[in-house]
């Protein structure tokens, strides 16, 4: 999940992410990647911290994020076990838990 502390979006899905990540019980990696922070990154743990989330945030880069295609946050890539990007997600989504949930259990059969 590419995202920044600034983002509304990403705020309403990062608790989604978090539960997902909660209820998965190791079988997938899960990651928050921190890209575009506009007063640099030094409010990144205090806002983690403030929330509560439980999976492991990373900090991206802008060529990270180019690499990838993100061209807007929050976006939300599945990737296979072959480290293939298997689905995409941009924006909000309400239901992005249970998308989630079915993806990867596809993806693991």
């Known amino acids: ?6 983002c509304g979006p990403c705020k309403m899905t990062m ?3 978090d539960k997902f990540y909660q209820a998965r019980d190791n079988d997938v990696e899960v990651y ?10 030094g409010g990144v743990g205090p ?3 403030k929330s509560g ?13 180019a690499q990838y295609g993100v061209r807007g946050i929050p976006t939300m890539f599945v990737i296979d076990k072959d480290g293939k990007i298997a ?3 941009v924006g909000y989504n ?3 838990m249970q998308i989630l949930k079915a ?3 596809e993806l693991l059969k």
């Open 1 to 6: 999940d590419f995202w920044a502390t600034w």
């Open 15 to 17: 608790p989604q992410i």
């Open 32 to 41: 928050g990647v921190n890209v575009w922070e506009r007063s640099g990154t």
């Open 47 to 49: 806002f983690i911290e």
């Open 53 to 65: 989330y439980t999976f492991p945030i990373l900090f991206g880069t802008n060529e990270l994020a």
């Open 87 to 89: 689905h995409r997600h």
């Open 94 to 96: 309400p239901q992005i």
């Open 103 to 105: 993806q990867t259990e």
